[in-house]
């Protein structure tokens, strides 16, 4: 998205924690003694310095970097009612399971994340709210006096809790989204309400063919893509879509990916989306030719592209000229007015993992400034 020339940046959301909020998350996470009151101000410290590095890398579209959550789709186990720690397997990805020695040697070299594993054995409703306002009111405390374009907050999809927290309670599948999508529904609003843009991770969208509808086939998950988006849009119904956008992936992780499903085959569920702004990955090797498929369909004027076009799983610092090719395919196809430059996935997806240094994680948003200006550039020229 331009104004004055200035094509805006932007990232998915999560950035690296320090290390004392990694020991702060963890201890709450796991039901040990937390100082409530040095938990806090660990995280309000961290929230402010982090909104500070987006803001000197030349982010326009700042977050709080996921802070106070353990993992982008579990921490909604301490604001929902219903969930349990249980002992369930935990689904791997099928492309990982088709490659066992790199699947196990992932594990052995505790490059995995590890979270304690919720399980829905009772009727999901929203409880703690406070919790949710101490993050805003974090995130806002941190923009005071910073000069960033606006600023958004991450909340997960109904089908990214299901595919995460299994449901053993709720007698069919439809039922148990819809009861999350109803109480994920305050939660969402709570950020729309406060002035600060409402961004729902929704990789259940493509990386659920691989994990959740792993056994299923294509057409099962392309119908399965079509509840999940009607799932989202009832829960923000009562949302304008201009303060909404929406991320889709297959996955913030290192492997084969060779089973991820072709964007060509869900695009026409995913354009049903309400969300005026789709980010989604661009960068990496398996997704980074299907600008051709956004070429190949109508996309509706309200909606504003933001393609991932730097990695969060390589520490390889991209070229800007680079960053500024693939920003340029998806100029072609809706207009400079329409685009946004992002990045594929988080940086701090899970607590403590990442497979970005953190230095080398602003050195990307630096490059990614430098090459949407140069974007901007090429575009003004033409």
């Known amino acids: 998205m331009a104004q004055h020339g200035r094509i805006y940046t932007t990232h998915v959301g999560s950035l690296p924690r320090p290390q004392a909020v990694v020991d702060q998350v963890f201890a709450e996470d796991r039901g040990q003694p937390v100082d409530y009151a040095v938990y806090d ?15 000197e890398a030349g982010i326009d579209f700042v977050s709080d970097g996921e802070m106070s959550k353990i993992g982008y789709a579990t921490y909604i186990r301490h604001r929902l ?17 088709a490659y066992p020695r790199f699947r196990d040697r992932q594990a052995k070299e505790g490059t995995a994340p590890k979270y304690l594993r919720p399980i829905c054995r009772g009727p999901i409703r929203y409880e703690n709210r406070e919790l949710v306002q101490k993050d805003l009111e974090h995130l806002k405390e941190a ?21 995460f927290q299994p449901n053993e309670y709720y007698p069919t599948r439809e039922q148990y989204l819809g009861a999350v999508a109803e109480a994920m529904k305050e939660e969402y609003e709570a950020i729309v309400n406060a002035g600060i843009l409402l961004q729902i991770d929704a990789p259940d969208l493509a ?12 057409e099962a998950f392309v119908r399965a893509v079509d509840l999940h988006v009607e799932m989202i849009n009832h829960a923000i119904r009562d949302i304008p879509a201009d303060r909404v956008r929406v991320h889709i ?44 498929a956004w070429a190949g369909v109508s996309i509706p004027d309200d909606k504003i592209l933001c393609p991932g076009v730097i990695s969060s799983t390589s520490n390889y610092i991209e070229h800007p000229r680079l960053i500024a090719q693939r920003l340029g395919h998806f100029i072609d196809i809706v207009g400079v007015d329409r685009v946004m430059a992002g990045s594929d996935c988080g940086f ?3 607590a403590g993992f990442g497979a970005i240094d953190p230095d080398i994680c602003w050195a990307k948003f630096r490059a990614l400034r430098e090459g949407a200006d140069m974007a901007a550039g090429f575009a003004k020229a033409a």
Request: charge should be negative; include cysteine.
């Open 41 to 55: 101000q660990v995280i309000r410290d961290a929230v402010k310095q982090r909104v500070r590095d987006q803001a």
């Open 81 to 97: 009612s219903g969930f349990e720690i249980g002992e369930v397997p935990r689904a791997t990805p099928a492309d990982l399971d």
């Open 143 to 163: 923009l005071a006096g910073v000069d960033v374009a606006g600023a958004f907050m991450n909340a997960p999809s109904p089908g990214v809790i299901a595919l």
């Open 207 to 218: 990386m659920g063919r691989h994990i959740m509808y792993r056994n299923e086939p294509d």
């Open 249 to 292: 992936c297959w996955g913030n992780y290192e492997g084969p990916h060779h089973l991820d499903i072709d964007v060509e085959k869900i695009i026409n569920g995913l354009l049903r989306l309400k969300p005026s702004t789709f980010l989604f990955e661009g960068a990496n090797p398996r997704h980074e030719h299907e600008w051709t």
């Open 348 to 350: 701090g997806t899970w």
